[in-house]
């Protein structure tokens, strides 16, 4: 099956410095990745769609200069934590859908902590 | 919008004892799909249902999708401690693309 990775696994950073996040498709190409991002104890919660070659679709309520998506290539794209705090600290999990695909993909999620 | 409402929230059981979880969705779907995420882990993608009526197996679990594909359910028959974990289930349809999930149901089996 398609599989989809996400680096780095785990990462603690201090407030105010930038994490950024990869998402990759590794054996198909992915024209759409999905950001989550899953509270304690709660559901994924969309961020974000982003489409390869164009401006990510933010949802409601998530901040766009804060949270910086990229899409450049058909099996990359990654989210950029800007001037992180401990509000931030959550586990972020990206999913990727290709042309001929009918599911997303789920990567295995990154766990931020911002101390 | 699209909303998928998913029940119970948390689910106890003994060991043996069946379980099931249920999602509802407020628009049609044109898929329906089932994700477990053990303690610590990762959603896992156990499943997606397509067809309506449709009714899936894989071992102990038993998936249905409605016959208005706007509800499924997820059976689990004669739990083990193995099968503890949050399932849930997200729906893909109304016109959009995005996968809403569900608030997911979690398991805790007693030995």
């Known amino acids: 099956g398609a599989v989809v990775s996400q680096h780095p696994s785990r990462v603690i950073c201090k407030s105010g410095t930038s994490v950024k996040i990869e998402c990759r498709s590794l054996?198909?190409?992915?024209?759409?990745m999905f950001w989550y991002r899953q509270f304690p104890k709660q559901s994924l919660m969309l961020m974000a769609t982003s489409n390869e070659g164009s401006k990510a679709t933010y949802e409601q309520g998530v901040e766009k200069d804060k949270f910086l998506i990229n899409h450049a290539s058909l099996t990359l794209s990654t989210l950029t934590v800007t001037s992180a705090h401990p509000e931030d600290s959550s586990f972020y999990i990206c999913?990727?859908?290709?042309?001929?695909?009918?599911?997303?993909?789920f990567g295995p999620g990154t766990r931020l902590l911002v101390l | 919008g699209q909303q998928v409402m998913q029940i119970p929230q948390y689910q106890h059981v003994q060991e043996g004892e069946d379980f099931t979880t249920y999602c509802n969705s407020s628009t049609t779907l044109s898929n329906i799909q089932w994700y477990k995420q053990r303690p610590g882990g990762h959603p896992v993608f156990l499943i997606q249902l397509v067809k309506s009526g449709e009714v899936k197996k894989q071992k102990r679990l038993t998936f249905q999708f409605g016959e208005a594909k706007k509800n499924s359910s997820l059976h689990i028959t004669a739990t083990q401690t193995t099968d503890v974990g949050t399932y849930f289930c997200a729906g893909e349809g109304g016109g959009s693309e995005k996968l809403v999930f569900g608030k997911g149901t979690k398991l805790t089996v007693n030995p």
């Open positions: 999913s990727a859908e290709g042309w001929l695909e009918e599911t997303q993909y």
């Open positions: 054996d198909f190409q992915a024209t759409t």
